[in-house]
């Protein structure tokens, strides 16, 4: 394969390898299955899927293309050990990384333990995936990241706190190690969904507030506010296309938000008074 190999493989149609995270549902089972159709092998990766990949693809000609490995994104072994399984077999041209998941809570009164748990999830299962895939692809000199973040990165979301700053820590993550790799081949790239229906919302953990707490309604209010947003959003194929849209480009941006009206709502919380763009939050979630 050659610097560009990736977009290369995918414009031609022929096969390239992808090793695809979080792959037992939402963005992530919708990105391996348009893969799988589209000819490419997919080695598809979560902590259960090895036991539901014939109920979660049952098509023949989807299922041969795809590989399901078990992965724990926090268990630094088990990341590494998916990856030297999909490697024995061929390169991982790309690493589309899906898997995490979210806390919702007040920042006073949600314990350490989730809050380290929160990040555990995002930021540090990022980085162990990442280390993972990093030395095979410098060897080759071609390779492509696809992390999958949030505008509440860019947009941070009152009670969901926590989890908007780890997303935060994933884009800067992803900025200075895509000036570091640039250099041998490989891209980074983001994609930041806004509300999207998947199965994230019912995984959603909830730090419960206690019933004389001086947060309690807005915080209920809040959580109800994302979940009606989220199951009425994108659906996790039209994500999953614009995954695939970023991996045909041979200079991929570094940062992809789906859907105009969140593509405006970024670019506007970059030019409008900061004051007014938090008072907005406030008014749609506490």
Known sequence: ?????????????????????????????????????????????????????DDLIPEPVLRKQVTPLKLDILDESSCRLAVHHASEITDIDALIHCAGAG?????????????????????????????????????????????????????????????????????????????EVLPHGICVTVVAPGDTRTGFTDARRTSPAHPESPYRERLSRSVARMAHDEQNGMRPEQIAQQIVNSLRKKKPGILVTPGLVYQLFTLLSRFLPLSWVRRLVRLLYA
Do not use: C
Not at 24 to 51: E, K, P, W
């Open 103 to 179: 806390i919702a809570g007040s920042v006073e009164e949600t314990p350490l333990t989730d809050i380290v748990w929160q990040f555990d999830n995002l930021l540090f299962g990022t980085i162990r995936m990442v280390q993972a895939v990093l030395p095979g692809m410098r060897a080759r000199k071609h390779g492509r990241i696809v992390l999958i973040s949030s505008v509440a990165a860019a947009i941070p979301i009152p009670f969901q706190t926590y989890y908007s700053s780890a997303k935060a820590a994933v884009h800067a993550f992803a900025l200075g190690l895509n000036d």
């Open 1 to 53: 394969m050659r610097q560009n190999g990736l977009s290369d493989t995918l414009q031609n149609t022929t096969r390239s390898t992808v090793l695809i995270t979080g792959a037992s549902s939402g963005i992530g089972l919708a990105t391996t299955r348009l893969l799988a159709a589209q000819g490419h092998r997919v080695y598809a990766a979560s902590r259960n899927i090895v036991d539901q990949i």
